[in-house]
């Protein structure tokens, strides 16, 4: 019964391909996001959508794109794999800030590896 | 500019002992406060939160102590279980904003 499910768990590619990861909840957030986790442990957001609508990017290279097709689904897609892009991303879904609190629940994270 | 630090990347506890978590932050627009809890090859698992407006919030074995003069907070748990050895990450937000900004983590290990 998982909350926050991502695939693929591992992912090795070459450089230069373009990749997708994808997630999914059965928590009935309304917000997603999606984290990177650095060779350093550093966890780090890189989008956020609420219902559908991108609410956060960080400073993130274009060649990173989130797609919504429903508040239940983020996808992840990388284009022209660079060797830095090697990490662990995580999805996280929450019911966003109602009341000020925003509780985050995480997937199991997809470890990117880019040969 | 890590505006969340822990500064103890490690801590080894005696089972049954007090394990005691610190993390300070330098942003004053947070005001909610949360710590989560890895374990290898996992995602990071909610454990407690706490608002500005509190100063401790205790939750079974857990308790988070937000001192917010200082710009810090711990998480205290006792009695420690082999079974809280993990990564322990505390996070921070600003009422009202999706983004949370994370510590770089805790390694805590509990000794039998």
């Known amino acids: 019964d998982t909350a926050v499910s991502q695939t693929p768990k591992y992912l090795v590619t070459q450089m230069g391909n373009d990749k997708s990861i994808k997630c999914e909840q059965n928590l009935g957030h309304d917000t997603m996001y999606w984290y990177k986790q650095d060779s350093k442990k550093f966890l780090k957001i890189m989008f956020s959508y609420n219902n559908k609508e991108l609410i956060i990017n960080e400073t993130v290279p274009n060649r990173f794109s989130p797609k919504s097709p429903d508040k239940a689904h983020l996808n992840l897609h990388i284009n022209s794999l660079e060797l830095g892009d090697s990490a662990v991303y995580f999805c996280?879904?929450?019911?966003?800030?109602?009341?000020?609190?925003?509780?985050?629940?995480f997937g199991p994270g997809t470890r990117l590896t880019v040969l | 500019d890590q505006q969340v630090k822990q500064n103890s990347p490690s801590l080894s506890v005696q089972e049954g002992r007090i394990s005691i978590l610190n993390c300070d932050y330098t942003n004053s627009m947070f005001d909610y406060f949360l710590w989560y809890k890895k374990y290898p090859a996992e995602g990071p698992t909610f454990l407690i939160s706490i608002s500005s407006i509190k100063d401790k919030n205790e939750d079974g074995r857990f308790t988070v102590f937000l001192n917010k003069s200082a710009k810090h907070l711990s998480l205290h748990i006792v009695p420690s279980q082999p079974g809280d050895s993990a990564v322990y990450f505390c996070?921070?937000?600003?009422?009202?904003?999706?983004?949370?900004?994370f510590g770089t983590g805790t390694r805590l290990t509990i000794i039998p």
């Open positions: 996070a921070a937000s600003p009422f009202g904003n999706e983004k949370l900004t």
């Open positions: 996280a879904s929450s019911h966003g800030t109602a009341g000020g609190h925003n509780e985050q629940f």
